[in-house]
């Protein structure tokens, strides 16, 4: 599995992470961890910074020092941690933007997956949670969106478009349609949750200086939406 190094230097690594890979595993094998590990020669750490799906694309930031990571956890504490998803969710949107701010549960029904409940109500493992959301181009089927997550909860973005009412396209654990039929009859497939980490943008661990990493959108997430929003 080819990976694309969008920065490296002694405190950061930076990747493009296709689908079909976790970020991390229990014993760092089989995972973006190792393959960042192979291009990086001899690094003093290879921490994720945050941790996309295995159906997720996108940018993923690697700390190689205990400075990095410090002023990284640091960066989230100031809201200078700032990652823009590309989406393609489930119907029209009421809105052109907004916030989604349910809190994530652990699902009683599949430890694996995650669940948004109403304030005040009780969960496993209760987390506050809340992102942000801007429509950039919308159709009966299926819009095309920007999310903004707040937070940094498993399956967040995922578990709180399906609450929303627009589970992402291919989403199939939480909601959504592999398969899209158009109003002319034609089927459109989506193999994964159509989910983009489309950019991340941090101040370096050293200077301060504001850092954007950008990976543009992958080839079967522009096709998905091409077909969705392009007249039969």
């Given at each position: 599995m080819q990976l694309t190094v969008l920065h490296r230097d002694d405190d950061l690594f930076?990747?493009?992470?296709?689908?079909?890979?976790?970020?991390?595993?229990?014993?760092g094998k089989r995972?973006?961890?190792?393959?960042?590990?192979?291009?990086?020669?001899?690094?003093?750490?290879?921490?994720?910074?945050?941790?996309?799906?295995?159906g997720v694309t996108g940018v993923?930031?690697?700390?190689?020092?205990?400075?990095?990571?410090?002023?990284?956890?640091r960066a989230?504490?100031?809201?200078?941690?700032?990652?823009?998803y590309l989406a393609i969710a489930s119907g029209s949107f009421e809105a052109s933007e907004g916030r989604w701010s349910w809190p994530i549960a652990i699902d009683p029904k599949d430890k694996t997956h995650r669940v948004?409940?109403?304030?005040?109500?009780?969960?496993?493992?209760?987390?506050?949670?809340?992102?942000?959301?801007?429509?950039?181009?919308?159709?009966?089927r299926a819009s095309r969106v920007w999310l903004f997550p707040e937070t940094g909860r498993?399956?967040?973005?995922?578990?709180?478009?399906?609450?929303?009412?627009?589970?992402?396209v291919g989403d199939v654990d939480y909601g959504g349609?592999?398969?899209?039929?158009?109003?002319?009859?034609?089927?459109?497939?989506?193999?994964?949750?159509?989910?983009h980490c489309e950019s991340v943008q941090i101040p370096h661990p050293v200077t301060g200086e504001p850092m954007r990493f950008v990976a543009r959108a992958p080839d079967d997430l522009e096709a998905v939406w091409t077909s969705i929003h392009t007249p039969g």
């Open positions: 930076v990747v493009e992470k296709p689908a079909g890979i976790a970020t991390t595993s229990p014993d995972c973006l961890v190792e393959l960042a590990s192979r291009l990086s020669p001899h690094p003093k750490l290879m921490h994720a910074t945050s941790r996309l799906d295995i993923v930031v690697f700390a190689r020092s205990e400075r990095a990571i410090a002023a990284i956890l989230r504490e100031e809201k200078k941690y700032l990652r823009r948004a409940l109403e304030a005040g109500e009780k969960g496993e493992r209760l987390q506050q949670a809340s992102s942000r959301f801007e429509v950039v181009q919308s159709s009966a498993t399956h967040q973005l995922r578990v709180h478009a399906a609450r929303a009412g627009h589970p992402l349609l592999k398969r899209v039929v158009l109003g002319d009859g034609r089927v459109v497939t989506a193999k994964r949750p159509m989910l």
